[in-house]
């Protein structure tokens, strides 16, 4: 392998092969480690979910001009893909390509990355440490390897790595015991209605993902009326996310059904918002939640009970199911002996987070590029593109993550030639 130009690069998704195309253009080697056997695979895991945004804002200029150059399909258009037709009409082309396919291991998850020689806090800002290569600890169906490369790009994402659902952003206590029993990941109520039907469920979260759940329960509570569902919102004043004269017809309607069922427009559904999870425990083969309303949050009860330090009025709700939707965030892990510079608010690289805190949030669609500056690490060559880059700013859009990758691409050094025989 050609460490020396070698780029690695996490991820197998719409960011990671964007980086691929980028590394074939500028002529330099690259591998893209997939930790799914097959391609982007957390796009896979939610596939059955239909994008708010149309194809024409989810394929790059780069992607339409490889697939053209080999007489592929270019997806177009107005229509809003799922994230299945996302998967095998854009993302399974590209990594088809007869310039991309040879450099994608499959089944490669990458568990951690550092730098040969050296730990985290030696070499601080120097040019030695810029001039070892990087170590990546790559696990496969066959054990454990090592490879090295010269630059990292982290698209890894985030949807692997679910939020916890107790107060403060901490486990409810409980909640670990019961884990393999949480749901964190969005169901496919079409394939999985049996499931969820005629039962009572826990809805935990406020996001596009829960309102989407509370969408597809409320309508298996409107079929059966033995259907449940207690869903527990954080904001004792949710705005659902809706914005004035939103472009997008489907996040404006999945906005406006959310709005619906806070108000008791079905029944069976009940909205509580301005509620935490308080704990969490198995009870004669169900599960039992304490919910707690702060004394801070309107609604609550005058003279309300105490447990332990938290004041509120504290409700015990008996439930089959529990379904987490509370975000996810990306794992950190893989570069703690990096030496990455991070926002203690967002969790995101300092200077793209100030950026983007200073932008003061906003509608998704007005996000744009802050160039690529903010993309620089403390670590030389080590680069945190697409979603995990927004830590936990939740108004990434995939166009995004096409600016940035040419602008980590604008930073490296041209590949060097090599040597005259």
């Known amino acids: 392998m050609d460490t020396e130009n070698h780029i690695a690069i996490l991820g197998a998704g719409p960011t990671g092969l964007e980086a691929a195309l980028a590394a074939v253009d500028r002529g330099r080697p690259f ?6 056997g097959e391609v982007a695979g957390n796009v896979r895991a939610w596939g059955h979910v239909r994008l708010f945004t149309p194809w024409d804002m989810n394929v ?26 996302l998967v095998e009409r854009l993302l399974v082309p590209l990594a088809g390509l007869p310039e991309v396919a040879p450099h994608v291991r499959l089944g490669a998850r990458v568990v951690g990355v550092g730098r040969q020689g050296l730990l985290k806090h030696e070499e601080i800002a120097t040019p030695a440490r810029a001039a070892r290569p990087f170590r990546l600890l790559v696990e496969t169906g066959d054990g454990e390897e090592v490879d090295s490369a010269s630059v990292v790009l982290d698209c ?16 409810a206590p409980g909640e670990r015991a019961l884990d393999a029993e949480i749901v964190r990941t969005l169901p496919d109520f079409e394939v999985e209605a049996d499931r969820w039907r005629g039962v009572r469920v826990l809805l935990v979260g406020t996001g596009a993902s829960a309102q989407t759940a509370a969408r597809s329960l409320a309508a298996l509570a409107a079929t059966d009326p033995s259907t449940e569902v207690v869903w527990v919102v954080r904001d004792a004043e949710p705005t659902w996310g809706a914005v004035d004269d939103d472009p997008l017809p489907a996040r404006a309607s999945l ?12 029944p069976g559904v009940t909205v509580r918002t301005g509620v935490a999870v308080e704990g969490l425990a198995r009870v004669d083969g169900r599960i039992r939640v304490t919910l707690r309303t702060s004394g801070d949050h309107p609604g ?20 089959d199911r529990v379904l987490a939707l509370t975000g996810y965030v990306g794992d950190h892990g893989l570069y703690r002996q990096l030496q990455v510079h991070e926002c203690y608010a967002t969790a995101a690289p300092i200077e793209l987070s100030a950026a983007l805190l200073g932008a003061a949030g906003g509608d998704c669609l007005d996000q744009v590029s802050h160039g690529p500056d903010v993309l620089r690490n403390p670590e030389p060559n080590f680069f945190i593109l697409g979603m995990k880059s927004y830590g936990r700013v939740n108004q990434f859009l995939l166009r995004i993550g096409w600016d940035q990758v040419s602008d980590a691409f604008s930073l490296l050094a041209p590949p060097e030639e090599p040597a005259a025989a």
Request: with cysteine.
């Open 156 to 171: 890894s994402g985030t949807y692997a790595n679910a939020n916890t659902i107790g107060d403060g952003g901490i486990p």
């Open 300 to 319: 609550s009860h005058p003279g309300s009970s105490h447990r332990g330090d938290y004041p509120g009025s504290h409700e015990d709700v008996v439930v």
């Open 255 to 266: 906005a406006a059904e959310a709005e619906r069922l806070a108000a008791g427009g079905q």
């Open 60 to 85: 790059s200029a780069r992607m339409a001009a490889h697939l053209a150059a080999a007489g592929l399909e270019v997806p177009a258009g107005q229509e809003c893909p799922t994230g299945a037709e």
């Open 31 to 36: 591998t893209v480690y997939e930790a799914a």
